[in-house]
């Protein structure tokens, strides 16, 4: 039986690829659905059959109708649906196809209904496990604990992800780590993410964080390690100094200048054993967003000896990768400052107080730190814009 897996898109955190075990090589059938704009050439060519298709496809009317349906309700690939949907129900009439497949279900309407015609349910890899590339801010919010949830429910059966992230899904079944470098890959087809009236991968975040197929990870409880704590309180400095795209903008834009952080850091070490968190980019698996060095790690060092630092944290404990010492480190921590993006996100998860800096961001545009952050572990989470507010709410939340 050949088992046709059906790709709206090119990204491999979006495909089925090798994501379907049991279903040897020759019984797989890739389609992609071309888009006319990213694969002109593909979808020109295959455009005269598509419309010999429609015409000769053996079908009543209301056939072609539902089928013309179900490929416009197929978001993110419309074009490339009404391009491939008659010659696929003719593969499957006619025996060649035996079964669909797909990454996600959601919004995929042709991939339903060509499942239903073929009197076996979609076979969607997303119902079983996750495979993702992407940012680290939208792994946590919207991987992980999907996962998670699926976990819970006993239906996890693996997860793929780049390095370094085997502490992230310590409750996967299979865990798999690509030497992939991350890049900017899309929410959409997970259940927390929105689709666009237009555009289906909107450039924007959910107003209301749906829960209904997600569930926080207790990474507090599961990382707990008396190796982090310290004579006095630890309070965790998270920043950054990456290039953020925003449309004209390609500079770093959230991030703690040094006179700022060491200002920051000078108030806080008077109540707290401060540990400052600066990634450089031999420490994480980078995307996109080059890292810059601005000797701020070494003015924090040279300004204060007895803060310490990730790095250092690192080469005592060699042990540990970079993700599982932060969260090993942030598990015995409750006050953190962080900067817009995958720091705020590591931070908010692990309960307590989290003062984050963040000027501008679709966090920002839609006010996701006052609506939905406090769902990650029902830390307090206050945003602020300003050095002056920064300085403040540290004051008034950091007690």
Not at 1 to 19: G, H, Q
Not at 187 to 203: F, K, M, N, S
Not at 229 to 256: M, Q
Not at 281 to 300: F, K, L, P
Request: with cysteine; glycine share 6%.
């Amino acid at each position: 039986m050949k088992v046709a897996t059906l790709e709206r898109f090119a990204d491999p955190s979006r495909r089925c690829d090798a994501a379907l075990p049991g279903i040897a090589e020759g019984d797989r059938v890739t389609v992609d659905l071309p888009d006319p704009l990213r694969a002109p050439g593909d979808f020109l060519r295959g455009l005269p059959a598509a419309l010999r298709d429609w015409i000769t496809v053996p079908a009543s009317t209301h056939d072609r109708m539902a089928l013309a349906c179900a490929s416009w309700r197929t978001r993110g690939a419309r074009a490339g649906a009404l391009l491939r949907a008659p010659g696929l129900l003719r593969r499957v009439r006619d025996g060649e196809i035996g079964a669909i497949a797909c990454y996600s279900a959601k919004d995929f309407a042709l991939a339903t209904h060509l499942a239903h015609e073929t009197g076996s349910a979609c076979r969607e890899v997303l119902a079983r496990g996750t495979r993702y590339f992407g940012e680290f801010a939208f792994e946590l919010l919207a991987v992980v604990p999907y996962a998670y949830w699926l976990h819970r429910q006993g239906r996890l059966e693996f997860t793929v992800s780049t390095q370094d992230t085997r502490c992230l899904y310590w409750f996967s079944p299979r865990h798999e780590e690509q030497p992939v470098a991350r890049r900017y890959v899309p929410i959409t087809e997970y259940p927390v993410g929105v689709p666009g009236a237009l555009r289906y991968d909107r450039a924007a975040f959910p107003d209301v964080l749906d829960t209904s197929r997600w569930a926080a990870p207790p990474y507090r409880d599961v990382y707990a390690d008396a190796r982090f704590r310290f004579g006095r309180p630890t309070c965790v400095v998270c920043n950054k100094a990456t290039d953020e795209h925003y449309l004209w903008h390609r500079s770093p834009a959230n991030f703690l200048p040094n006179d700022l952080l060491l200002a920051l850091i000078g108030k806080l070490r008077e109540r707290f054993q401060v540990v400052y968190n600066r990634p450089r980019s031999a420490d994480i698996v980078n995307d996109h967003q080059a890292i810059r060095e601005n000797g701020d790690i070494e003015a924090v060092t040279e300004a204060y000896p007895d803060v310490l630092t990730i790095q250092q944290l690192r080469e005592r404990h060699p042990e540990l990768g970079h993700n599982e010492l932060q969260l090993r480190l942030y598990a015995g921590c409750e006050r953190f400052v962080s900067v817009l993006g995958g720091s705020s996100y590591l931070a908010s998860w692990f309960g307590g107080v989290n003062v984050v800096y963040a000027k501008r961001g679709w966090e920002v545009a839609c006010g996701a730190y006052d609506r939905w952050f406090d769902r990650f572990s029902g830390a307090r989470v206050v945003a602020v814009s300003t050095p002056r507010e920064l300085m403040r709410a540290v004051e008034r939340e950091l007690a």
